[in-house]
């Protein structure tokens, strides 16, 4: 059975089993099988980067492979189309585009020219971040040796914006402003109208706003608003972060980029390599950007994964957060290695602990294929009173 095949009838057969809760959902639990979850070619199951199990665009595979008679050939052009046709798609100028090795290239060299230019101008800086949240930003500040400020999120399990306002109100310097919305790894969103009241009433001397949003394409929340919206505006302290490893499929070819004003992204590239983007990655994400199919099926998968894992967690009875992304935030009730190690026996990745929520657990929302396999040994641990 082909990918497609694989889509549309596993994928329409694990989601009408279900959709619905109560008396249909445990019917579903309970006919999921416990069975060895590796993979056919004896391979785990890599259920922990939150990468895409769809694998890459058609398209782009194709554009790679149709890529590799140039590439005895420097990347200029193929980086300024790739430039253009994201400006294109964000309303935006090619100026404004800077492109990274991975959304982590961009990040590590915008926290590395805020620092260089703190300490020129003898200014205090410091990082708040949510916590927990992509560990990154504030690791790039550390060996900056920029001061971290970890707040931890509300109530709802969303970055507490009130609470990380106040610190960079009174902090006599510069605040990088780390917020990763949806959040990693809770998969919450903040309200697009916390954020804009914070961006829009904050002295751009002070605090300097990075908004990693990777998994924006996932969104399905109708009040989100991107804040490439404060990029159209010209505001010079924010940089709003995508990357190509999540709906794109494209982890392992590593592009990213920031969208800023020209000046900003000026200001970064001397902390940019230079020619950073391969020919074959360069045609891989023009094509994928491209792939209108591609991203309707990477987003219909996804949705039908996580309706049918929350599903089969509310008959289970599992606590979990309201997810915006490819992934699921889970609680378990046994210590985090331990969930982690007996699921590795079972033949499943997951992800790391994220303390403080040590009581917590993220899964990446393969395939239904991967998803049935995932939930039959919840079904054990279930049993074993791990979840």
Not at 41 to 66: F, Q, R, T
Not at 291 to 311: C, R
Request: net charge neutral.
């Amino acid at each position: 059975m082909n990918r497609r095949e694989l889509l549309t009838v596993s994928g329409t057969l694990f989601a009408g089993n279900i959709l619905t809760q109560g008396f249909a959902a445990t019917n579903a639990i309970q006919s999921f099988t416990e069975t060895d979850s590796t993979t056919s070619s004896g391979h785990p199951l890599l259920l922990h980067y939150n990468e895409n199990s769809l694998g890459l665009s058609p398209k782009a595979k194709n554009a790679i492979m149709d890529s590799l008679s140039d590439v005895n050939r420097y990347p200029d052009s193929y980086i300024s189309k790739l430039q253009n046709v994201l400006a294109g798609t964000f309303q935006i100028t090619s100026t404004q585009v800077t492109l990274g090795v991975g959304s982590s290239d961009v990040i590590r060299a915008t926290i590395n020219s805020l620092g260089y230019k703190a300490a020129q101008h003898k200014q205090k800086i410091q990082l708040i971040t949510p916590d927990p949240s992509f560990f990154l930003a504030a690791s790039h500040a550390q060996q900056m040796n920029i001061p971290v400020v970890n707040v931890p999120l509300n109530s709802d399990y969303c970055m507490d914006i009130n609470a990380m306002k106040k610190i960079a109100a009174n902090f006599d310097g510069l605040s990088i402003c780390y917020l990763c919305n949806p959040n990693n790894p809770t998969g919450t969103l903040t309200p697009s109208a916390t954020i804009t009241d914070w961006v829009t009433q904050a002295d751009a001397n002070k605090c300097f706003f990075m908004i990693d949003e990777a998994y924006a394409e996932y969104i399905t929340d109708t009040s989100f608003k991107s804040g490439i919206s404060f990029v159209r505006e010209g505001r010079n302290n924010v940089i709003v972060l995508r990357t190509f490893s999540k709906i794109f499929a494209m982890a392992g070819m590593r592009l990213g980029y920031g969208l800023s004003t020209e000046q900003l992204a000026k200001e970064l590239v001397p902390f940019m390599a230079i020619l950073n983007i391969s020919i074959p990655t360069a045609v891989a994400g023009i094509s994928s950007i491209q792939d209108i199919g591609f991203i309707q099926q990477s987003k219909a998968m996804n949705s039908n994964s996580l309706t049918a894992t929350t599903a089969a967690f509310d008959a289970l009875g599992i606590q979990y957060l309201p997810s915006q992304g490819n992934f699921l935030f889970h609680q378990i009730k046994c210590d985090p290695q331990q969930y982690i190690d007996e699921m590795k026996k079972e033949g499943i990745i997951v992800g790391r602990p994220f303390p403080p929520l040590l009581q917590w657990s993220r899964v990446t929302l393969g395939t239904p294929e991967e998803m049935n396999q995932f939930l039959a040994v919840i079904k054990k641990f279930k049993k074993k009173g791990w979840v």
